[in-house]
T-cell receptor, first 114, second 111 residues
Framework: DAGVIQSPRHEVTEMGQEVTLRCKPI?????LFWYRQTMMRGLELLIY????????DSGMPEDRFSAKMPNASFSTLKIQPSEPRDSAVYFC????????????FGSGTRLTVV | GQQLNQSPQSMFIQEGEDVSMNCTSS?????WLWYKQDPGEGPVLLIA?????ELTSNGRLTAQFGITRKDSFLNISASIPSDVGIYFC???????????FGKGTRLHILP
């Protein structure tokens, strides 16, 4: 299995631009999670889905952030408009909680907003 | 909300030394997990603990689930350069619950 695949690996954008991060979970996993990692705050859970349905979005920082999961093999996290304080590494993770504990993480997207 | 406190935040050790780090919680968990994050990569699950008092090994790594269910520790024996990274503890109440992550312990190995 190729694991959780995120794209792009790196994104540099100007303040005010729209940013879209993409994730392909492991096939058969029914949970998908979006995390943000910064030095100050560590790993923060932004939102998670179960069977493509958003379950908890209480971690989404502002209305500028939105996430979708149109099907079992694809999810996006969009920031519009982006701000410098959004600079962070964004991770997607997936899991099949019926089979095992723990999540499998992607390699992350490093976002820099200038 | 639930919080996990990891200590130390950062460690500088010599290659070959043993390492010990721990994690405490203000509330109980039914599962404790330890992850490692290599530079530029996502966290990878190292060890999962399912029962209070459980001691589990994975190569040079040993982790224990505290009796009170509010703490866990991770030991690394005979550290090597590839052990460098961030080690996260994580707790979970039930299988369908969110995993709560600590802020991590950064391990540095001095040449």
């Amino acid at each position: 299995d190729a694991g959780v695949i995120q794209s792009p690996r790196h994104e540099v954008t100007e303040m005010g631009q729209e940013v879209t991060l993409r994730c392909k979970p492991i096939s058969g996993h029914d949970y998908l999670f979006w995390y943000r990692q910064t030095m100050m705050r560590g790993l923060e859970l932004l939102i998670y889905f179960n069977n493509n349905v958003p379950i908890d979005d209480s971690g989404m920082p502002e209305d500028r952030f939105s996430a979708k999961m149109p099907n079992a093999s694809f999810s996006t996290l969009k920031i519009q408009p982006s701000e410098p304080r959004d600079s962070a590494v964004y991770f997607c993770a997936s899991s099949d909680l019926r089979v095992r504990y723990g999540y499998t993480f992607g390699s992350g997207t490093r976002l820099t907003v200038v | 909300g639930q919080q996990l406190n990891q200590s130390p935040q950062s460690m500088f050790i010599q290659e070959g030394e043993d390492v010990s780090m721990n994690c405490t919680s203000s509330s109980i968990f039914n599962t404790w997990l330890w992850y490692k994050q290599d530079p530029g990569e996502g966290p990878v699950l190292l060890i999962a603990l399912y029962k209070a008092g459980e001691l589990t090994s994975n190569g040079r790594l040993t982790a224990q689930f505290g009796i009170t269910r509010k703490d866990s520790f991770l030991n690394i024996s005979a550290s090597i350069p590839s052990d460098v990274g961030i080690y996260f503890c994580a707790g979970q109440m039930n299988r369908d619950d969110k995993i709560i992550f600590g802020k991590g312990t950064r391990l540095h190995i001095l040449p």
